[in-house]
């Protein structure tokens, strides 16, 4: 089953108990930069939510992975486009991040984001074999 990669604003596919059971059931791997779990979370999510989130990453288990992306490892012409489209430094990480699984699992890879810099990136993502969906969208390829 693919890997999941999700940006900041893509969290909330977590509060949503159902697709968490199916992500269990597939056997799929959900990955988040720490750049977007620790910092940002906070300024996205009131404390409700946030509970909601670390109750859903409970449930996963060790198919929740946050990690810690050092240094951007991205095709030349990814990273040259999404620095075009504004990509924050936190979304170079999460771009490297899904770059980085796609290699390493062999397969396809979903990145799910509502962010501009992502969506309007997609063609160049597909090349490498990684899905750019939209929060929405994820919630129906799932």
């Not at 009131?46 to 288990?61: A, D, E, N, P, V």
């Not at 504004?86 to 991040?97: F, K, R, V």
Request: charged content about 30%; aromatic content about 10%.
């Amino acid at each position: 089953m693919p890997d999941i990669v999700l940006n900041t604003n893509a969290f909330g596919v977590l509060l949503d108990l159902e697709i968490v059971d199916k992500i269990v059931t597939n056997r799929n791997h959900v990955y988040v930069a720490r750049c977007s779990w620790g910092k940002e979370l906070k300024g996205v999510y009131g404390t409700m939510m946030i509970q909601t989130l670390y109750g859903s990453t409970r449930k996963l288990g060790d198919r929740f992975h946050e990690k810690a992306v050092r240094e951007i490892s991205l095709p030349n012409n990814l990273e040259k486009e999404l620095r075009q489209e504004g990509a924050s430094p936190c979304d170079m990480q999460i771009a490297s991040l899904a770059y980085d699984r796609r290699l390493r699992s062999g397969q396809s890879v979903y990145l799910i984001s509502n962010d501009s810099d992502f969506q309007n990136s997609r063609s160049s993502f597909e090349r490498y074999e990684i899905n750019v969906r939209y929060r929405e969208e994820f919630k129906n390829d799932c």
